[in-house]
């Protein structure tokens, strides 16, 4: 079995649970981490998975880069950002394309990569206490990657919204843009999980997997093209003066100033 140092993963019989596993940082990304939910992932589509549930340790579910990641980012060559960006591509595309059900248990603040990782899975389930945000802008970065996923869910009336105010919204609102699927009372995540990956494995595994190909491929063409931008505009922004100043703004605790 591999071992992690930033997620744990547990199998129950046909259900594998990957918890990202950096409590005291709120379970924000590191390039670690990345690459060890891209091995899990892999792992799980090799093995005998038939759902899979991301949840969070502690109080949060992902709080998005972490900040030493983000400051180590401001000196990298446009080359290196780019490598970063098609790491991340590969991430979420790696997830939306397993082929058996995957399931998000957010209890807590999921934002900018945290959301991408919450509305990507095919099952989003939120308690009350779950918090979401596209906060990119804030720090002069463009959130171009999750933009494409977030265009399969909501218009782009919304997408425009969620992605250039930065706002944070609860577990209601995003029920309502069809990001979450179910608001779950405090203390049922688990078993609602439960519940929910009961009824997938009741059901055919190769109709669930041929299901998931066909949506997947129906998609490819327009989603393979917005990735490509998708990279192209995540490297070019982070070498930026507006993301130099916005991340040091940020580690800074002041107001960015940011140049027209």
């Not at 990957?18 to 670690?32: D, G, K, Q, S, V």
Request: charged share 20%; net charge neutral; glycine share 8%.
């Amino acid at each position: 079995m591999t071992s992690y140092t930033t997620i744990i993963v547990t199998n129950n019989g046909p259900v594998c649970t990957i918890t990202l596993n950096r409590p005291e940082r709120r379970n924000a990304m590191t390039p670690e981490m990345q690459l060890e939910l891209l091995a899990a992932f892999e792992d799980a589509a090799a093995g005998s998975c038939r759902v899979l549930v991301l949840a969070g340790a502690g109080d949060a579910f992902c709080a998005g880069l972490d900040l030493n990641a983000l400051q180590q980012v401001r000196d990298k060559s446009l080359a290196e950002h780019r490598a970063d960006a098609e790491r991340i591509a590969h991430l979420f595309l790696s997830l939306y394309e397993l082929p058996f059900p995957t399931i998000a248990a957010v209890h807590g603040p999921a934002i900018a990569g945290g959301t991408g990782l919450a509305l990507i899975s095919d099952f989003t389930l939120a308690t009350p206490a779950a918090k979401f945000g596209f906060t990119e802008a804030r720090i002069g970065f463009v959130p171009a990657l999750v933009s494409a996923f977030l265009a399969l869910h909501v218009g782009q009336k919304q997408s425009l919204d969620l992605l250039l105010t930065g706002r944070i919204f609860g577990a209601e609102e995003a029920q309502h843009l069809g990001l979450v699927n179910e608001i779950v009372p405090p203390g049922r995540l688990a078993g609602r999980v439960k519940e929910l990956a009961d009824t997938l494995l009741a059901n055919s595994p190769q109709a669930l997997s041929a299901t998931k190909r066909l949506l997947v491929a129906q998609r490819k063409q327009w989603l393979t093209t917005a990735i490509a931008g998708a990279i192209e505009a995540s490297a070019e922004a982070r070498a930026t003066s507006d993301f130099r100043e916005g991340v040091a703004a940020f580690l800074e605790k002041r107001k960015p100033s940011w140049t027209k």
